[in-house]
């Protein structure tokens, strides 16, 4: 079984000699034995104590509390349950700085596709990046929603062709019709629209979003602040209750 000097068992862990000692001091690090001369020697097991006290003071535990601890029955298991937190606390961090770094990419890239720049464009651009995810999902809900009405309204429709039956099919328009309206009022209560000219984000009436000329993420509208009718971006903003 390999045995570590002091200065071995330091070097191994990323810490000074000074450390090392200080530990024997403090009894959470005995030397397994002592040479003929008088040096302290480590073994196998005291050299992964000597990690699990490391990790306990990355995490800013106190000596006394890590003492306390490793004198439990059964230390494995505060120490496990420490790991864990350890773990999600670097999960949500790492979440966090992920979604920073793709922010700015968008940013970066928005940038980029423009002749010239300022202020208000980047502002269009933050708010814009700021509900993508949202209004994404949302999009897909209103999709998958909608695939099953289209779906019976046409078998309605083949089955009256079919069988000579309308009334499963007036049935059915008049539950798209229904779905439409409260679909629509749904989207149009979740979105914004920022106007090019002013950078102003408004919501339009209703009835003109509706019946609006529209590309997938851009509908032409009147801005409420300038007065500019023509193409506007579309945003995540929904109404406040």
């Given at each position: 079984?390999?045995?570590?000097?002091?200065?071995?068992?330091?070097?191994?862990?990323?810490?000074?000699v000074r450390t090392v000692q200080y530990y024997d001091i403090r009894g959470i690090l005995t030397p397994s034995e002592l040479s003929d001369g008088g040096r302290r020697l480590y073994s196998e097991d005291d050299l992964k104590r000597m990690k699990v006290i490391c990790f306990l003071r990355e995490l800013d535990l106190p000596i006394d509390a890590i003492s306390q601890i490793l004198r439990e029955a059964h230390p494995e298991?505060?120490?496990l349950l420490l790991i864990e937190q350890q773990e999600h606390a670097i999960s949500e961090e790492l979440s966090e700085k992920q979604e920073k770094l793709e922010k700015l990419r968008e940013l970066k890239n928005g940038l980029k596709n423009r002749d010239a720049f300022s202020l208000e464009s980047i502002g269009d651009i933050a708010?814009?990046?700021?509900?993508?995810k949202k209004l994404k999902k949302m999009r897909l809900t209103m999709i998958l929603t909608g695939l099953p009405v289209t779906a019976l309204q046409w078998f309605s429709a083949i089955f009256w062709i079919v069988k000579g039956f309308w009334q499963p099919f007036s049935v059915w328009v008049a539950a798209a019709i229904v779905y439409g309206v409260l679909a629509s009022r749904y989207y149009f209560n979740h979105v914004k629209y920022i106007c090019p000219e002013?950078?102003?984000?408004?919501?339009?009436a209703l009835q003109e979003a509706f019946f609006a000329n529209h590309t997938p993420t851009a509908r032409k509208l009147t801005c409420t602040a300038c007065g500019?009718?023509?193409?506007?971006?579309?945003?995540?903003?929904e109404n406040k209750a």
């Open positions: 079984m390999s045995k570590y000097s002091t200065g071995e068992l330091a070097k191994l862990c990323g810490v000074t298991k505060v120490i708010v814009i990046m700021e509900g993508k002013c950078h102003e984000v408004f919501k339009p500019r009718k023509g193409f506007c971006v579309e945003v995540w903003g």
